[in-house]
């Protein structure tokens, strides 16, 4: 059953990299001081708080306040945006994150596990 789901675009350009550690945490601060080129750390932050936004969004509907510290967002295997954390593991939470040219957005559907 489908307990919530969120949207949320980011204009890449409104990303300030000194706010990094605001947005990121754990594994996530490890990937983006991997990445070399600033303008893509950019993306990958505006992406990430595109995600988390959506997160939150789709958390209120279920009366769930959300931190950032609670949210932290890997790729799996198969490359997929998978969001870690145990405080959700009674949950699915299916995660797309895209990026285009000026934007990043995020899709987020939160299901109770069977």
Partial sequence: MIKGIGIDICKISRMRLKNHPKI???Q???IYYHIKRMERRREFLAGRFAAKEAIFKAFSQIGKKVLLGDI???KDDDGRP???RPVFDHLNIHLSIAH???YAIAQVI???KK
Wanted: aromatic share 0%.
């Fill in 24 to 26: 990121l945490n754990g």
């Fill in 28 to 30: 996530e601060l490890d």
């Fill in 72 to 74: 932290e967002i890997i």
């Fill in 82 to 84: 998978v969001v870690i």
């Fill in 100 to 102: 285009e040219k000026e």
């Fill in 110 to 112: 939160i299901e109770e």
